[in-house]
C-alpha cells in the first residue's frame, strides 16, 4: 500500500496527548492542549495545528519558558467578571478555564468577562467562542502577541497580529464564527509558507525602507524576527485602502489584553529579557459571553442569526462566482472533508518522529514511514 501523509484523527490525538504528557503536562490538561491544537487542523487552519505543535508548545516546555503545568490564579472576581494570572502555564488550559467561567457567569447573570495576564500561545482563538456558541451564547475573545505588526505610517513591529474573534449561535449546520488577525496575515502563516516553500505574498509584510518585502517565506521571517521587517495590518500600508482600521481594531485587542489585567504589553512580550536572553512571553488575553436567554431567548437568537446569514449567502453573485460564503461556513466544510484524519506535510512528520523516539512511544506507527 502505497504511504499517505493522512493520519486518522485517534491515532494523531493519542499520539499528541501521550507527547504532551511526556513533557510533563498532566493528562486532563494535555487532553484540553491536544484539543484545541487539533481542533485547528479540523477547520483547516494549519498555521495553528501540527505545524505548531513541536516548535511552539514542546520547545517552549523545554528551553523552561512555558511552564507544562499550569497554575491557574484568580486574582479578583465579581459575579460577572474575573481576573486570572496564568503563571506562564499553558494557554489552552489557561483559555479553556477563563471562557468555561465567563460562559457559566454569563448563564448566571447574562455576562460574564475574564482578563487574563501572564499566558502563553493559547492556540486558535476560535476555540473559545465556539465554546460559548454550544450552550447558545455570544462568545468573544481577544489576545496580545509577540510585536511583529507595524502601526499605519510605521515600519516597526509594535504589537501582535492581535486577532479579534466573535461567535454568533445560529440554526445552521455550523454557527456564525469569525477568527482571524489583525494584520493581513500571521506569523504562523509565514511560518507555515516557509515549510511548504510558498513565497511571502505581496503587501503582507514592509521593511525598514517602508517598501513591501516578497520572495522568500524563511528570510522574510528572520526579517521579521530581527525587527527589520514587521507584519502589516488589515487594509495593507498606508491609508488608501484602509490600514488604519487594520491598526485601530489590533490596538483595542491590544488595550482589553492588558488594561483591564495589568499585564505586559508591545515589545515587553518579545520573549526575550534585558540581556537577549529566551523568557516567558507572558500573554494576555479576554473571554467575554453573553447569554442569550437573558435576552429574548436562544431559539430565536439562532433562527434570526441564521436568516441574516441565509440572506447574504442568497444575494446576487458577482460574475463567474458561484457562492458567497458566511464566516464559519469554509471551515465547516474542512471539517466534513477531513474526516477520515489530519495530512501532515514532511516536514512536521519528521518533527513527529523524532519526538515518538524521543520520549519512547512505540505504540504509535504512523502510515507516512516507511
Known amino acids: 500500500m502505497a504511504k499517505t501523509n493522512v493520519v486518522d484523527w485517534k491515532t494523531i490525538t493519542d499520539f499528541v496527548i501521550e ?21 485547528s487542523d479540523k477547520r483547516g487552519i494549519e498555521s495553528h495545528g501540527v505545524n505548531r505543535f513541536k516548535p511552539v508548545y514542546l520547545d517552549r516546555i523545554k528551553a523552561g519558558i512555558q511552564n507544562p503545568v499550569t497554575n491557574y490564579e484568580i486574582i479578583k472576581e465579581t459575579e460577572t467578571t474575573a481576573v486570572v494570572d496564568g503563571h506562564n502555564g499553558m494557554g489552552q488550559v489557561i483559555g479553556y478555564k477563563s471562557m468555561r467561567m465567563a460562559i457559566d457567569k454569563a448563564k448566571k447573570y447574562g455576562m460574564g468577562m475574564v482578563a487574563v495576564r501572564n499566558s502563553t500561545h493559547y492556540g486558535i482563538a476560535g476555540y473559545y467562542p465556539s465554546m460559548a456558541t454550544k450552550e447558545g451564547c455570544i462568545g468573544l475573545t481577544g489576545t496580545n502577541a509577540r510585536p511583529s505588526v507595524a502601526p499605519t505610517f510605521g515600519v516597526e513591529g509594535m504589537f501582535g497580529t492581535n486577532p479579534l474573534t466573535v461567535g454568533i449561535p445560529t440554526d ?46 524563511g528570510v522574510a521571517l528572520k526579517a521579521i524576527r530581527g525587527g527589520t521587517a514587521a507584519l502589516t495590518t488589515l487594509g495593507g500600508i498606508g491609508e488608501a485602502l484602509g490600514g488604519y482600521k487594520g491598526y485601530g481594531y489590533a490596538m483595542v485587542i491590544e488595550l482589553l489584553s492588558a488594561v483591564l489585567q495589568d499585564g505586559l504589553y508591545g515589545k515587553a512580550l518579545n520573549g526575550k529579557d534585558e540581556n537577549g536572553k529566551a523568557k516567558p512571553y507572558q500573554l494576555g488575553h479576554f473571554f467575554i459571553a453573553i447569554d442569550t436567554n437573558h435576552f429574548l431567548g436562544e431559539e430565536l437568537c439562532r433562527k434570526k442569526a441564521g436568516d441574516i446569514l441565509r440572506a447574504v449567502r442568497a444575494s446576487k453573485k458577482a460574475p463567474g462566482q458561484d457562492r458567497i460564503y458566511t464566516a464559519g461556513e469554509k471551515e465547516h466544510l474542512v471539517r466534513l472533508a477531513r474526516k477520515d484524519g489530519v495530512p501532515i506535510n514532511a516536514s512536521v512528520q519528521k518533527e513527529i518522529i523524532a519526538i515518538r523516539d524521543e520520549l519512547g512511544l512505540t505504540q504509535f506507527k504512523f502510515p507516512f514511514e516507511d
Do not use: M
Request: with cysteine; aromatic share 8%.
Open 19 to 39: 507527547a504532551f504528557v511526556g513533557y510533563g503536562i498532566p493528562r486532563e490538561d494535555a487532553k484540553i492542549c491536544a484539543d484545541v491544537l487539533l481542533e
Open 172 to 217: 445552521e449546520d455550523f454557527d456564525f464564527l469569525i477568527d482571524c488577525a489583525t494584520s493581513i496575515t500571521q506569523n504562523g502563516k509565514i511560518e507555515y509558507y516557509e515549510r511548504i516553500g510558498e513565497p511571502v505574498h505581496p503587501g503582507t509584510i514592509i521593511g525598514l525602507d517602508g517598501q513591501p518585502v516578497e520572495g522568500d517565506a
